[in-house]
């Protein structure tokens, strides 16, 4: 059939499946020489939609040739459904505050009236805020998928860290002052890390490991591995735990691993090195001292 029919029937246009046959995305079946028609097959049908599915989905068009072109590869195709739901997932995260903080100013206007004088603090979350914010943190896979993207672009430095942080005690938060505190605690602390690794220009990913730790991907000398470590025990401790009806300071305890950039050690196995290493960051708390351990890989 003419192209006309073809984007009529699959509700696209002309110029669009034009546009797909120039940049070698999806041809017409056989082109008339005396005429130049392009036409079309029934047994195209698939192709199409792939194209259009994927599309939908997000990707370019050149994202779409490479996983289309030639004999298509099932195991390319989901992981790169896999990265594409991560990137989703991200993007939806970061964009989440800014939500509930457009949402919590509107029902304030709408309340009180707009008034320019009037200062207002949308940084304090209410219990539907805080749950919904530590439900879509960045798991373990998302910070992995994160890393192995980063590691292929090339680090500015030679050398990476991961930073595995444990709260200590943390059960005795939610047990005496409840769970909506023990949440308050653990949005602090993810806030935290995020201002300190944007603090210090680091390429990084964050995740969520377990009811209070968090793994931090970071590029960095283990010097600045360290630093940084160092700034996040403090900015805990710093935490105004009053406000948010704390009823003590908390503390906790770092594990980190250093390794070059071009390391042969698997990523999941310097993941696992943090937990040996926090575990040892437990037994100096222990005996008095600092509760940072960080072991070179390299």
Same mark, same amino acid.
């Given at each position: 059939? %003419?192209?006309?029919?073809?984007? &009529? ?6 110029? +669009?499946?034009?546009?797909?046959? &120039? ?8 082109? =008339? ?9 029934? &047994? ?34 989901? #992981?790169?459904?896999?990265?594409? %739901? +991560? ?22 206007? =709408?309340?009180?009236?707009?008034? +320019?004088? /009037?200062?207002?603090?949308?940084? %304090? ?30 680090? /500015?430095? /030679?050398? !990476? ?13 939610? &047990? ?7 949440? #308050? ?31 931090? !991907? ?18 805990? #401790?710093?935490?105004?735990? %009053? ?53 070179? /890989?390299?």
């Amino acid at each position: 059939m %003419k192209i006309g029919e073809y984007a &009529e029937l699959h509700s696209v246009s002309s110029k +669009m499946l034009r546009h797909y046959d &120039e940049i070698g995305l999806f041809h017409p079946e056989r082109v =008339e020489t005396d005429t130049g028609y392009r036409l079309y097959s029934n &047994e195209q049908n698939p192709r199409l939609q792939w194209i259009l599915t994927l599309k939908s989905l997000g990707f370019s068009l050149e994202e779409i040739r490479e996983l289309l072109t030639g004999p298509v590869d099932s195991g390319k195709v989901l #992981r790169a459904l896999f990265r594409k %739901k +991560m990137e989703i997932t991200r993007e939806f995260q970061a964009s989440l505050v800014k939500s509930l903080q457009i949402q919590k100013l509107l029902s304030i206007i =709408e309340r009180e009236g707009f008034m +320019m004088d /009037k200062t207002i603090d949308l940084s %304090k979350l209410d219990i539907c805020e805080l749950t919904a914010i530590k439900k879509n943190m960045p798991n373990m896979d998302m910070l992995v998928d994160d890393v192995q993207t980063l590691l292929k672009k090339g680090l /500015k430095g /030679k050398t !990476f860290g991961f930073i595995r942080y444990d709260l200590r005690k943390f059960i005795e938060i939610n &047990e005496k002052d409840g769970y909506e505190v023990g949440d #308050r605690v653990i949005v602090a602390l993810y806030k935290i890390l995020e201002d300190i690794l944007g603090e210090h220009g680091l390429q990084y990913a964050i995740a969520r490991a377990g009811g209070d730790e968090f793994l931090v !991907f970071l590029e960095g000398s283990p010097e600045e591995v360290r630093s940084v470590a160092r700034t996040i025990m403090d900015r805990v #401790r710093a935490i105004d735990y %009053k406000a948010i009806n704390c009823h003590r300071p908390i503390d906790g305890y770092v594990g980190a691993v250093t390794a070059s950039a071009d390391s042969t050690c698997h990523l999941r196995e310097l993941i696992d090195d943090t937990f040996h290493a926090l575990r040892d960051a437990s037994q100096k708390v222990k005996q008095g001292e600092e509760g940072i351990v960080i072991v070179s /890989k390299s």
